[in-house]
């Protein structure tokens, strides 16, 4: 049903100091809107610094697509506080703008309606624009504009010296990467646990099926509320940020040289679809390139090996070069429950499941088993409420019931948990466990049930959005800053646009010359 972890966690717990300096970090995407909803017109707001230099608060795919970014932190509370000075800073600068609590977008009619983001005139920053260019005119721009939450791990050197037995980074890389792989096969095969339990994209404004084909069995109130009834997260469904025209890429993560050989083959394939757009039309850039992938991360996954790159660097040269330094988590929406759009008891947990995901054996995967794990994933995306849910073991056709799974992998939690929590004194993983628990045997208590009865009771995702929206805004504008100050948020908005304006009067190439010589490089 699970691996028996039990070994492990013997092991685990007689060495708990291995799990001293977990690190992670958070990156929250979240549309700014006027007060009736629609999405703001205005450009990113200078007074933020400028999104293309600027550490903490950058613009994702649209210029009104804001994106913070925290430094990464050894302890939850700070994490979660300078992720709240953040939205606090930007909710005092944007006026009557708001920003959407939601991952799903409303009150948008059409693509046309959004502005790609600005980032200058250097060649990096128009490199950066024409990117999402080619994501407009490829899938859509309203796909793009879906919001989500990515988490940033990383286990410390200790575990891998307990548990490897290696001494170093450089000279344990290979060791390292390969138990960050095994970490990623188990997310896979258990990862549905993550929008099971914190999906909360059950239900889509009318409009976002505007001219869109989708065979799914909505239901419809008065209102105008489109939802399906057990479903968790359509953000990760064929409706919301996905790409099936990726599954067949047959990229695997079984070890680092053929994982990026596969990733590399996909931004050196060309695409018949993509040759017959072009890169250019009337003199007007349409795309980077024809290939499959214009630049690396454009593979959608539900997670990714990483390591901080180089200037310059393409992240499949830098995983080569030092191997992998954490894992990005992309499986969250937007928590609408909080300002911030995630809270401590979720990094928690998935603290819990990332060291359990690298404990468990994890059999290598080929692609074909790949494709197997997102049935289950589709199952808890679109019904994972639904009374009798199973999940498939593996490719054979054995089920077990969702509920029971459930259980057992939080057997295994707890115990995680309780090193955990003896490491730091107090008994908060514990409870956090305690309280998760308890919505395998009763599903009304996961975010997409407790949020769909807020949006049939509410009138639907539009309305409430902006019920929660100004209520969050004014919940942030009015409470002080706890860790960072006016002068650090000063000090980098101005850094920022000192650096823009270097790497402008910095560049030599033209564009033209620019973009042959870093095809294949890295967009961040």
């Not at 889509?204 to 505007?210: D, E, M, Q, T, V």
């Not at 979720?346 to 054996?361: E, H, T, Y």
């Not at 994933?377 to 029971?404: A, H, M, Y």
Request: net charge negative; with cysteine; hydrophobic share 35%.
């Amino acid at each position: 049903m699970i691996p028996d972890v039990s070994q492990a966690l013997s092991w685990l717990e007689a060495h708990p100091q291995a799990l001293k300096g977990i690190r992670r970090g958070i990156e929250r995407e979240t549309l700014r809107v006027n007060p009736d909803g629609s999405l703001a017109t205005t450009g990113h707001p200078e007074s933020l610094g400028a999104a293309l230099t600027h550490r903490w608060i950058t613009t994702d795919f649209a210029e009104a697509l804001l994106e913070f970014i925290t430094p990464v932190d050894d302890n939850i509370e700070h994490l979660m506080a300078f992720l709240r000075d953040i939205h606090r800073h930007v909710a005092r600068e944007l006026g009557d703008e708001r920003m959407w609590p939601f991952s799903m977008p409303c009150f948008i009619e059409s693509g046309q309606d959004i502005e790609l983001a600005q980032y200058g005139s250097s060649n990096v920053g128009r490199f950066k624009t024409l990117y999402r260019e080619g994501l407009k005119n490829r899938y859509g721009a309203l796909m793009q504009v879906i919001s989500g939450i990515h988490y940033n791990f990383s286990l410390p050197l200790s575990f891998w010296q307990e548990r490897l037995g290696v001494t170093d980074v450089e000279s344990g890389k290979e060791a390292i990467s390969a138990g960050y792989f095994k970490l990623i096969r188990n997310y896979y095969r258990f990862g549905w646990v993550i929008p099971y339990l914190f999906g909360a994209s059950p239900a889509i404004c009318k409009s976002f099926l505007k001219g869109r084909e989708t065979d799914l069995p909505f239901e419809y109130t008065d209102s105008g509320l489109c939802y399906l009834p057990y479903a968790t997260s359509l953000r990760l469904s064929d409706l919301g940020y996905t790409n099936k025209s990726q599954s067949n890429l047959g990229i695997t993560f079984n070890d680092l040289e053929t994982y990026v050989q596969g990733v590399k083959k996909a931004i050196r394939t060309p695409s018949a679809e993509y040759a017959e757009m072009g890169v250019k039309k009337d003199g007007k850039y349409l795309q980077l390139n024809t290939n499959v992938l214009q630049i690396e991360n454009e593979l959608y996954a539900p997670i990714r090996p990483k390591r901080v790159t180089k200037s310059g660097e393409s992240p499949s040269d830098a995983l080569m070069r030092s191997g992998i330094e954490y894992i990005e988590v992309r499986s969250l929406d937007v928590n609408p429950f909080s300002p911030v759009g995630i809270d401590a008891t979720q990094a928690r947990f998935l603290d819990l499941f990332l060291v359990w995901c690298a404990l468990a054996d994890a059999p290598e995967m080929n692609s074909d088993e790949l494709l197997c794990t997102r049935k289950n994933w589709n199952r808890v995306i679109l019904e994972g409420r639904k009374p009798g849910q199973t999940i498939g073991i593996g490719c054979n056709d054995e089920r077990k019931p969702l509920v029971s799974v459930g259980n057992a992998l939080f057997d295994d939690l707890s115990r995680v948990a309780q090193v955990m929590d003896e490491q730091n004194g107090d008994h908060l993983y514990q409870d956090v466990c305690k309280e998760l628990v308890a919505a395998f045997d009763d599903p009304e208590l996961t975010y997409s049930a407790r949020i769909l009865k807020d949006l049939k009771q509410q009138g639907g995702v539009g309305s409430l959005g902006l019920e929660l929206a100004e209520k969050y805004r004014q919940m942030l504008v009015s409470e002080p800053l706890e860790v960072l100050d006016a002068s650090a948020l000063m000090a980098e908005q101005d850094g920022s646009w000192q650096r823009q304006r270097a790497l402008e009067a910095g560049d030599t190439l033209s564009f033209e010359e620019y973009l042959a010589a870093n095809a294949g490089s890295s967009d961040e």
